[in-house]
């Protein structure tokens, strides 16, 4: 089983203005409600390990980010073969809840518990008839998705990760990585 989630940074300020040359690199920044934010996308294992993510600026959407994750998962075997790239079941918030992703999830025969958005019931029960019956929805199961939350708190006890003190987005990757690899040890 695998869970997805979202979690927002704010960097600090920068000590000084930079020339264009030296900042040619993509910073990952987004600018969102709250300012320059940045965002990780993130699967983990019912256990809460991380088993792939992305990371995006702070105003990416959600469902944006889904199919690069899900298709970023290998789970090596502990003897020889492939390795595994889908999981069991997937648990998600409303952020992704759309059509698109749950076509994805039933195409790639990956079991899913999302919550429906409240504009898709209401638009679902405008339609009567033609709006079609809501997606299957197990509440004792999405129960379990605070794994991924507590995934999250995991990753930000490393201070750098909670507060996103390096300037590239690479470097910022490579402290999510080298927190990730941490937690599977």
């Given at each position: 089983m695998a869970g997805v989630g979202r979690l927002h940074h704010r960097p600090r300020p920068p000590a000084r203005r930079r020339s264009p040359?030296?900042?040619a690199?993509?910073?990952?920044?987004g600018r969102s409600r709250g300012g320059l934010t940045s965002k990780i996308h993130l699967a983990c294992d019912s256990v809460g390990r991380p088993l792939a993510f992305t990371l995006t600026g702070g105003n990416t959407n959600d469902c944006t980010q889904f199919t690069a994750v899900m298709e970023a998962i290998r789970v090596p075997r502990i003897g020889p073969g492939r390795p595994r790239t889908r999981p069991a079941h997937v648990l998600g918030d409303k952020g992704y809840s759309s059509r698109?992703?749950?076509t994805w999830l039933r195409r790639?025969?990956?079991g899913h518990t999302i919550p429906e958005r409240a504009d898709q019931v209401r638009n679902r029960l405008?339609?009567?008839?033609?709006?079609g019956r809501p997606p299957a929805f197990d509440k004792q199961l999405y129960k379990r998705r605070n794994v991924v939350e507590r995934c999250f708190n995991r990753l930000k006890q490393w201070r750098g990760i909670a507060t996103r003190y390096d300037?590239?987005?690479e470097s910022y990757q490579a402290a999510v990585t080298l927190a990730s690899l941490l937690m599977w040890a």
């Open positions: 040359k030296r900042g690199r993509s910073p990952g920044l698109a992703i749950r790639h025969g990956i405008r339609r009567g008839s033609r709006g300037k590239t987005a």
